[in-house]
C-alpha cells in the first residue's frame, strides 16, 4: 500500500501519543504482522461503534437532504459516538436534530434557514411538523449571546464560524459542515446541566416561526442582566490578576497549543486524503502512458494503473467519514479554547471588581476613622454651616457609617460572585476536559479505524498484483 505523510499528519500522530494508530493489518493468511494480542489500537476500536451506512441514513433521516451520505457503492462505514445524554430535566430522553438548509425568500431577499426538531431518542427522525420549526443563523447567535449575558462567566459551547475559513470549500460542503456544527451547539446546551434550564433556550427550540420575534423581546425584557458601576469597572482595569486566575490562563494557553495542534490536524486530514487520491488517479494516467519499446510492459502497466485506480477510490470514500467525525471535533476544540478565554476573562472581572469594592470599603472605614477624631476641618466647616462642630462630626459619622453599610453589602454580594464563578469556571472546565478528552479518543478511534479498513481493502489488491506480476514471468 502506499503510504502519504505530511506535517498535518503528523500533528495527529503527535495527539495519539502511544496510541498504536496504524495497529496491525487484517488478518491474512500469510500476513507477517498477525497477532493474538490485541494491539493498543484494536483495544480502543472496541469502543467505536460501527453501523452499516444504510442503517446510519434512516437513522439520521436527513441525510439524502442534506448530502451527508457517502455516495452509492461506498463500503467505510459511518461511526457514531455514544448518544449525548441531555442533563436538563426537560430534555431528558431527548435529542435535538438540525437538518440540511433551506433556502427560502422574503420581501428583502434570500436566506438560508435550518429546520430544527426535538424528539424522544427512539422517535423517528423525520416527520410532518418538522418543517415548522426554521432558524437562521443569526436566530443562533441571538441563542448564545442571550445565555452568554443570562449566565455570566459560564463556558458557554462555541457556534461555527460565519464564513468558510479561507473561502475555498464548496457552499454545499461549508452548509454540511456548518449544519452538522449547529446541531452539536445545541446538543452541548441541552446536555449542560445549568444552561439547559436557560429561558432563552427554550424558547429558540419551542417557538414557532411567527412567534419567534416576539419571543425574543419577552426574554430579553424579562432578563435582569449583569451590572457593574463605571468607576468600579474603570478600576477593576488596573487590578493585577489573583492567583488562582493567574493559573486559569496558564492553562488557557495550554489549551491553545494543544488547538493549535488539532487545527493542523484537522486542515491536513481531508487534504491529505483529496492528495492521497489525486496522487493515485495521476500515477494511474501515467502507467496508461509511459513510453516502451516493446508491449511486455503493458500487462503490468495496465492492472498496476488499475490497483492505483482503486486506491484512490478508496481514499475517497474516507473523506465523508474523516470530515465530521474526526476533523469537526478537532475544530470544536479551536473554537472552545477561544470561549474559554471569554469565560477567563470575565472570571478575572469579577475577581478584580471584588477587589475594587473592598479597597473602597477599606478608604470609607479609614475615612470614619479619620472623622471620630475632633480636627479643625469640623471646626471649619462648623463654623461656615453655622452648626456646633459636634453636630457636624455627626452627621458626617452618619454619612460614613451609611456607605460603610452599603459597601459591606456589596461586599458580601461580591465575594458571593466570586466564590460562584470560580466554582462554575472550575466545574465548566471539568466538563470540558471530559468532553474533548472523549472526543478527541473517538476521533482517533475512528481515524484509525478509518485507515484500517482502508488498509484492509488495498492490501488485498496490492497482494494481487504482486501474485500476478509472478505469474507472468
Not at 495542534?261 to 500515477?283: H, I, P, Y
Request: hydrophobic residues 40%; contains cysteine.
Amino acid at each position: 500500500t502506499l503510504h502519504h505523510h505530511s506535517a498535518d499528519s503528523r500533528a495527529l500522530a503527535e495527539m495519539a501519543d502511544d496510541l498504536a494508530v496504524g495497529g496491525s493489518l487484517p488478518d491474512f493468511e500469510d500476513d507477517p504482522f498477525a497477532s493474538d494480542e490485541l494491539t493498543a489500537a484494536e483495544e480502543l476500536m472496541q469502543e467505536v461503534v460501527m453501523e452499516p451506512e444504510n442503517d446510519a441514513a434512516q437513522d439520521e433521516g436527513g441525510a439524502d437532504e442534506g448530502g451527508e451520505a457517502a455516495s452509492e457503492g461506498v463500503e467505510a462505514p459511518i461511526y457514531h459516538p455514544a448518544q449525548v445524554e441531555y442533563g436538563g430535566t426537560s430534555f431528558a430522553g431527548m435529542r435535538v436534530l438540525v437538518a440540511y438548509p433551506q433556502k427560502l425568500s422574503s420581501g428583502f431577499g434570500s436566506y438560508m434557514a435550518y429546520p430544527v426538531s426535538v424528539k424522544k431518542i427512539d422517535e423517528e427522525a423525520s416527520s410532518s411538523d418538522d418543517a415548522l420549526i426554521l432558524r437562521r443563523y443569526s436566530d443562533f447567535l441571538w441563542l448564545r449571546e442571550t445565555i452568554s449575558k443570562e449566565y455570566y462567566a459560564r463556558l458557554i459551547p462555541p457556534m461555527p464560524p460565519k464564513h468558510a475559513l479561507g473561502g475555498n470549500m464548496p457552499e454545499e460542503k461549508f452548509l454540511q459542515i456548518r449544519r452538522a456544527a449547529l446541531e452539536k451547539f445545541l446538543e452541548r446546551l441541552m446536555s449542560h446541566p445549568v444552561l439547559s434550564r436557560s429561558k432563552a433556550l427554550d424558547t429558540f427550540l419551542h417557538s414557532k416561526n411567527h412567534e419567534l420575534a416576539n419571543r425574543k423581546k419577552d426574554v430579553e425584557r424579562l432578563m435582569a442582566g449583569r451590572k457593574v458601576d463605571a468607576m468600579v469597572a474603570t478600576k477593576s482595569l488596573l487590578k493585577k490578576k489573583t492567583e488562582k486566575n493567574a493559573t486559569l490562563t496558564a492553562q488557557v494557553a495550554k489549551y491553545e497549543e494543544i488547538a493549535l495542534k488539532l487545527q493542523e490536524a484537522a486542515n491536513g486530514l481531508t487534504g491529505d486524503s483529496r492528495v492521497m487520491g489525486n496522487l493515485c488517479a495521476d500515477l494511474g494516467a501515467v502507467a496508461r502512458t509511459l513510453p516502451e519499446k516493446d508491449d511486455c510492459l503493458r500487462p503490468y502497466l495496465e492492472k498496476f494503473a488499475t490497483v492505483l485506480q482503486s486506491e484512490a477510490e478508496s481514499v475517497d470514500q474516507m473523506d465523508p467519514v474523516l470530515e465530521p467525525m474526526v476533523s469537526a471535533p478537532f475544530r470544536e476544540y479551536a473554537l472552545y479554547v477561544d470561549a474559554l478565554k471569554a469565560t477567563v476573562a470575565k472570571c478575572d472581572a469579577v475577581n478584580a471588581e471584588a477587589e475594587v469594592m473592598q479597597d473602597m470599603l477599606d478608604a470609607e472605614r479609614k475615612n470614619k476613622a479619620e472623622i471620630e477624631r475632633p480636627n479643625s476641618q469640623n471646626v471649619s466647616m462648623a463654623a461656615v454651616l453655622g452648626k456646633p462642630p459636634a453636630e457636624v462630626q455627626a452627621e458626617k459619622l452618619a454619612e460614613s457609617e451609611r456607605l460603610i453599610a452599603q459597601l459591606t453589602n456589596a461586599v458580601q454580594s461580591a465575594e458571593n460572585e466570586v466564590s460562584v464563578t470560580d466554582a462554575n469556571v472550575d466545574a465548566d472546565i471539568s466538563l470540558f476536559e471530559q468532553q474533548h478528552t472523549a472526543d478527541v479518543k473517538f476521533a482517533l478511534g475512528t481515524y484509525a479505524a478509518t485507515q484500517r479498513e482502508h488498509a484492509q481493502r488495498m492490501q488485498g489488491m496490492w497482494k494481487d498484483f504482486i501474485e500476478d506480476m509472478l505469474s507472468m514471468e
